[in-house]
């Protein structure tokens, strides 16, 4: 009898005692109604219980797709249920041991400062959520890129380059940083662009993003500006209205500023301008219909071809005499106009709509003139006054007439 009781006293003692966080071996024995596992904890001679929710990530899933009695699996204990030892359950999960297998593997193969190629698997109000070897990783919105980000659904399904900065297993804490990635190869793109290219050179490049201002050319991890001035040779209002993100263009440089690490760039100096073949296509003489861009105080100016004006001068406005030329016309008028003149060097056009205008008939009495004309005196009213008329001095000759008046010039 004694020797029965040692035996059942030694199996006892050699039942393994378990505790939170422990890992340990279960073997399925039951799946019940309610979507958990029975399972016996190998070496404790007490159950365990796990949940669908610790088993697997998917909601949907069925049980008995994923296991079946007599499967032996790898857990954490995660609580306690029961409080005696020998009939006592435990709460059990698969997902969390792997989760931090998961860790344990991401903290010795990475460390701070390495940058990792992840998937973005999800766009939270903070920033992005990333898979990083099955551990969920965070991106902070401050951190995706080197400039203010409206919109962070677009990076979704994106496989993204970012920087490792904390890993923490024992708090499930894996941050990372996109815009140092970014930084780090702008630095080098920006060496090899100011190396590389020269003023005047022409490159080609990828509208990366619009202002008000201009648009911003990405040609090659780095962006350059091309100012709204520099877009084309019209007048343009918004950038967007002629350019959109992702358009293919040609730029020319114009500027290149390494210290403060700016490109200025200019599309429509790759472009014919408007003033060449200007002799041709508006020689002297030729008549052409244009449009009214302004009105100033000595003139207007019309626009023959696109970003090609030419001045009417106020006195070719009208055969009538103008004294305000925005009296006669208006911005976005439309004038027929007779090209006087061509400048190609000097970029200047003179124009003419009297020319085209029949002029009006001179009056009868000839030059035109209506301003009354002023009548002569009858020629003896300016004759001297001491010459005489009269038949007694009817002998008296010129010199004689007009002898006082001589002697004043002597």
């Known amino acids: 009898m004694n020797e029965e009781?040692?035996?059942?006293?030694?199996?006892?003692?050699?039942?393994?005692?378990v505790k939170v966080g422990d890992v340990v071996k279960g073997e399925v024995l039951a799946i019940d109604d309610n979507r958990q596992i029975i399972v016996g904890i190998e070496g404790?001679?007490?159950?365990?219980?796990?949940?669908?929710?610790?088993?697997?990530?998917?909601?949907?899933?069925?049980?008995?797709?994923?296991?079946?009695?007599?499967?032996v699996l790898d857990l954490v204990v995660v609580s306690t249920i029961g409080s005696d030892k020998e009939g006592g359950s435990y709460l059990l999960?698969?997902?969390?041991?792997?989760?931090?297998?998961a860790w344990e593997e991401v903290a010795s193969k990475y460390s701070v400062d390495d940058i990792v190629e992840v998937p973005v698997t999800q766009v939270v109000k903070g920033g992005l959520v990333v898979d990083v070897d099955g551990v969920r990783g965070f991106v902070p919105a401050s951190m995706i890129e080197n400039r203010f980000v409206q919109d962070l659904n677009q990076y979704k399904g994106q496989t993204i380059r970012a920087k490792i900065i904390e890993i923490d297993p024992a708090e499930s804490r894996l941050i990372l940083s996109r815009r140092e990635v970014l930084n780090e190869e702008r630095k080098e793109a920006l060496e090899r662009i100011f190396n590389e290219l020269s003023v005047g050179d022409v490159v080609e490049g990828k509208v990366a993003r619009m202002t008000n201002f201009g648009a911003f050319v990405d040609l090659g991890g780095v962006d350059g500006l091309v100012h709204v001035s520099e877009i084309s040779h019209e007048r343009v209002s918004q950038p967007s209205d002629v350019?959109?993100?992702?358009?293919?263009v040609k730029v020319k440089i114009l500027g290149l500023d390494p210290e403060r690490e700016r490109i200025s760039l200019s599309i429509k100096a790759t472009q014919p301008g408007p003033w060449e073949n200007i002799e041709e296509n508006a020689p002297e003489g030729a008549v052409l219909?244009?449009?009214?861009?302004?009105?100033?105080?000595?003139?207007?100016?019309?626009e023959v071809f696109p970003g090609v004006e030419g001045l009417v001068h106020v006195s070719?406005?009208?055969?009538k005499h103008v004294d305000n030329p925005a009296d006669v016309l208006k911005a976005g008028d439309k004038v027929q106009v007779k090209v006087l003149d061509v400048n190609p060097e000097r970029q200047r056009l003179s124009l003419s709509i009297k020319a085209l205008?029949?002029?009006?008939?001179?009056?009868?009495?000839?030059?035109?003139?209506?301003?009354?004309?002023?009548q002569r005196r009858p020629r003896q009213d300016r004759a001297p006054k001491n010459y005489s008329t009269s038949e007694d001095e009817g002998s008296a000759t010129l010199g004689d007439a007009f002898g006082d008046i001589f002697k004043k010039f002597d």
């Open 93 to 101: 999960s698969k997902r969390r041991l792997e989760a931090r297998r």
């Open 357 to 374: 205008e029949e002029a009006p008939a001179r009056s009868e009495e000839g030059n035109n003139d209506e301003r009354p004309r002023r």
């Open 289 to 302: 219909e244009g449009t009214v861009k302004r009105v100033v105080d000595f003139g207007a100016f019309v």
């Open 243 to 248: 350019l959109s993100v992702g358009e293919d």
């Open 5 to 17: 009781n040692n035996e059942l006293l030694e199996a006892l003692n050699s039942v393994a005692e």
């Open 44 to 71: 404790a001679g007490v159950e365990g219980v796990i949940p669908l929710r610790e088993l697997t990530s998917d909601r949907d899933a069925d049980v008995n797709d994923l296991v079946k009695v007599g499967d």
């Open 316 to 319: 070719q406005i009208s055969h």
